[in-house]
């Protein structure tokens, strides 16, 4: 049996450059307006409760500042984006990817397994006694396949106006357009301290072997 | 700052690549297919005639933030305001049975709407306001449009860098029910910084489409020969989506 099932490795790499242009891309569209508010509306400096440092040129897409080509590429990703999450959580359920490997026990989560859980990898030890994934690394998936990647599609939803008439109730549910707006920045850059948690652990595990399992599905058993 | 170097060079080579893409000719068809996508999308979720969110009056915004043109000092329109828009016209025109020339005074005894509505701006931020103005549809209805007409164009008064302001939408967003031609902001006059005398309200899209200083509406079979070809002022200048619904 394979480490990575193929369903998972397609969508780990095709999930990985939808996010990445759409990040990207993002930062442009925050650069336009580098303010954000809660409620429904806000425009001026004292309604805004962050303001957003400008985003160099080097970290967005397009590399210049172009509102409407970062909204074209936007667009374009975020359908793609949207299905390929929808895709993944439907073969994890099929598959029991998601019972087997990513439900936490009750057990996992007294405070002293935790504690000896984060000590485990303090010392860079990365040995799972039995089961695919610890805690943290449960934890850590199932919040972001559970919570932020959802959470980037209904906050984008609800501070699109032409979805609104149907979906308004969306919008009050995430506290009105602004709040929905400041929520899609939050949950964005959310991903990003996974991401950067993620490739940091990978570069720790041993990158190579790591990466050509997550391509080729690896063994089973092997780490 | 080693790090910090290496994380811009893959940042900017995979910006680069992506300018490559958008640059080509079916990198550009890719992009347009995808506004094509969503419109279609939202049109298949939403009823055509489903309202966007109407507040209550206490919910208006302390004031009312002004975009784009502010204070058109082209033309005649600052001897126009000057005599408080007495004279103002509005053209229906093109694909009509029955071409108009409306004044205010025309416009104002029409059936009213009012809705207490949110103004989404592309970049990002919003404004809460109370419009007035007779639905375009009544309008549309009494000038009786031809057939092949497809779009309703909106011709404005303001010029920016040279070029006067105009917009479009198609017929299912020109007959919404909350497309009206408003000539009043919160129970006032409107203020010349959001489009005095008149401007339109398309309020299942974004500000862009939302045209100001309104001097016209014109009934046309194609946006090919408007402006550029791509139905609205910044859709032909830096690209913006024709459909704002997202």
Known sequence: MKRHALSTRIWHWLNLVCVVVLFMSGLTISNAHRRLYWGDWGFAPEQAWLAVPRFPDWMTIPGYYSLAVARDWHILMAWPFALLLLFMWVTMLVNRHFKRDLVTTRAEWKPRAIWHDIVQHLKLNFDHEGGKFNFLQKLAYGLVLG???PMMIFTGIAISPGMEPTFGWLVDLLGGRQSARSLHFIFAFALFGFFIVHVLLVLLAGPIGQIRDMITGGRHGEA | MKRRGFLAVIGAGFAAGCNKIAESDSGSRLLGAAEKWHQGAHRLLTDREALAPEYPRSAISSYFRGNGSTDPQNGDYPAQAAEGFANWRLEVRGLVE????????????LPQRTQVTRHDCVEGWSAIGEWTGPQLSLIL???????????????????????????SVDLIDAYHPQTIVAHRLNGEPLPVKNGAPLRMRIERQLGYKHAKYLTAIEAVASLDDIGRGQGGYWEDRSGYQWYAGI
């Open chain 1, 147 to 149: 919570v932020f990647l």
């Open chain 2, 98 to 109: 029955n071409p108009m020339s409306l004044s205010l005074d025309n416009i104002r005894r």
């Open chain 2, 141 to 167: 209805d009494a000038a009786k449009l031809k057939p092949e007409a497809k779009f309703i164009v909106f011709r404005c008064a303001d010029n920016l860098n040279g070029q006067d302001y105009y917009e």
